[in-house]
């Protein structure tokens, strides 16, 4: 409730997208004429892009502990990042933003507001814990940039655009389905309607993107006003202090949007930075920065993202200044990468996870296409039961493919598998790791049924899944989960790399028991029972026509 209250009175815009949805419904019903909710719309949006700030300002003082503190305040905790305020604000003319500091370890920056006049930058002190002087003026540099770029009103006018294309979808969908439509053109404005909700969706999308550009160009005026090195280095150690800090992380969640860095993002980056500061070696950083660059599904799992991956915004930031603190074309060269392997290995997981899909919704298109030219019998049951029948097909191929069973668990390291510049988030390798519980998944949630695993080299997140699905999970969270902490243990899985790296359990083995884990037997079982369902329907359907 506090992250969704946090996030709806901060952001501003999410009551706006509530407000569009709700509206394109009474349109819908005809309990408004259309053209009195696109004004109000668009008033709502005016209104919440002059008030929000004011409300955001009560809504973090309650919450979270804000201390407003002034220019002069700052300068005794970061005396580099006074200077960069002044220095800006004098350059762009306009008044020093409204300064807060949240009581929170975990290392965040936002910034939010109407327009430079009334902008404030947030930061909480786990940033000035993790981050040296001219680290944390770049973050304060970086802020400046989203205000002097006046990025507050460029989102707010993208976001209401947005918002209007699921209107008009409505509006139309709802001339459609008028009487006197349906002999007039009425196809037509259904397809018009549909026209209408696809740029919503590919909207949304485009917003993602706009949003992802924004942060390159506060980026890079933070480059330009500081040692692009600084905020370089910035960035992984506020991954690391994502990773490390041991408090709840509502605060991350409910501004990760307008922050400084993603959240899973920040944790991903934050494992490999521990690992190597501790082995001092700084290869796997490295090459997960080249994962960020170059692994196809890195950008494929960035469209949905507001943040560029950490990899890239890295390189373009050493792209500003002569003595980078990564060399990416060396790195390129250092660590050769199999491109055609990579891009081979891609197109197959992405046709194991596709086609499935694909023929689901062209499976009944071409039924019915059969039917109205007459080359397909009307068989409906039939036709249903095959469709079930490649539902169960799909999901038992995925999840063969996603844990596959045949060879033999490799003996690996947390570090080598953070290397992997191969990895993929639905094609799982085979890991076995030796090391020690140090905590739950979910930090200070007493019922998480997923462990933090440490070895010698680094940190690994471990998945646990009962036989039993819910309870089974809750009962070992509650029971098991909290007693494995600070035990020797030996973990065998599956290694997936998404957006975070993460191990699928497959056994724990400590030195009293033996934890199963069923990880990949849940969609197996779901699949055959879809399957089996599927071709009983396709029977009885054949068997009545």
Not at 9 to 25: E, K
Request: proline share 3%.
């Amino acid at each position: 409730m506090r992250i969704a209250l946090a996030s709806v009175l901060t952001l501003g815009l999410l009551a706006s997208f509530l407000f569009a949805i709700l509206g394109g419904l009474a349109v819908l019903f005809q309990a408004f004429d259309f053209y009195i909710i696109v004004g109000a719309v668009v008033l709502v949006n005016i209104l919440m892009w002059l008030v929000s700030p004011r409300i955001s300002d009560i809504t973090y003082s309650w919450f979270y502990d804000t201390e407003w503190v002034e220019l002069e305040d700052l300068e005794e905790m970061s005396p580099a990042s006074a200077e960069v305020i002044r220095e800006v604000t004098e350059e762009y003319d306009y008044k020093t933003p409204k300064l807060g500091v949240i009581k929170d370890s975990n290392p965040q920056a936002f910034t939010y507001g109407s327009d430079r006049w009334n902008a404030r930058i947030l930061v909480t002190e786990g940033l000035f814990e993790y981050l040296d002087d001219n680290e944390a003026a770049s973050v304060y540099a970086h802020e400046l940039g989203h205000i002097t770029n006046r990025d507050f009103i460029i989102m707010t006018i993208a976001n209401t655009i947005v918002q209007l294309l699921y209107l008009v979808a409505v509006r139309l969908y709802r001339q459609a389905l008028r009487g006197d439509n349906k002999d007039k053109g009425g196809a037509l404005l259904v397809g018009f309607a549909a026209l209408s909700y696809i740029f919503y969706i590919i909207g949304k999308y485009l917003v993602y993107y706009l949003s992802r550009v924004r942060e390159y160009y506060a980026d890079r005026f933070a480059g330009e006003h500081t040692d692009p090195n600084y905020l370089s280095s910035a960035l992984i150690k506020i991954s690391y202090g994502i990773m490390d800090s041991p408090e709840n992380k509502d605060l991350m969640k409910a501004t990760e949007s307008m922050g400084i860095m993603n959240l899973e993002q920040g944790e991903e980056k934050g494992a490999v930075y521990y690992n190597s500061s501790n082995l001092e070696n700084w290869d796997p950083l490295a090459k997960a920065f080249l994962f960020d660059i170059k692994n196809p599904w890195a950008s494929l799992l960035e469209i949905k993202s507001t943040h560029p991956l950490t990899g890239k915004r890295v390189r373009a930031l050493c792209g500003q200044t002569e003595d980078p603190i990564f060399d990416f074309e060396s790195l390129k060269n250092k660590f050769e990468i199999d491109t055609r392997k990579l891009y081979r290995q891609f197109f197959q997981d992405l046709a194991v996870v596709s086609v499935p899909n694909i023929l689901l919704l062209t499976l009944p298109v071409i039924y019915l296409a059969g039917i109205f030219t007459g080359a397909v019998p009307e068989m409906h049951g039939a036709a249903l039961g095959l469709w079930i029948t490649v539902l169960g097909s799909g999901k038992l191929v995925k999840t063969a493919y996603k844990y596959p069973i045949r060879g033999e668990p490799e003996e690996t390291t947390v570090i080598e598998l953070l290397s992997d510049i191969y990895a993929s988030p639905v094609r799982a390798s085979k890991a076995r790791l030796k090391g020690e519980i140090i905590g739950r998944g979910q930090a200070g949630y007493r019922f998480g049924e997923d462990l933090m695993m440490k070895d010698e080299t680094g940190i690994m997140h471990l998945r646990y899944q009962s036989i039993v699905p819910v309870l089974g999970n809750f009962w070992f969270g509650w029971r098991k989960a909290g007693k494995l902490v600070d035990q020797k243990v030996e973990a065998e899985g599956w290694f997936l790399r998404g957006t975070m790296p993460w191990i699928g359990l497959r056994r724990l083995e400590t030195h009293t028991e033996d934890i199963n884990s069923w990880v990949h037997i849940h969609g197996l079982i779901i699949g055959v029972l879809v399957l089996l369902v599927g071709l009983i329907v396709m029977g009885v359907g054949l068997a009545v026509w």
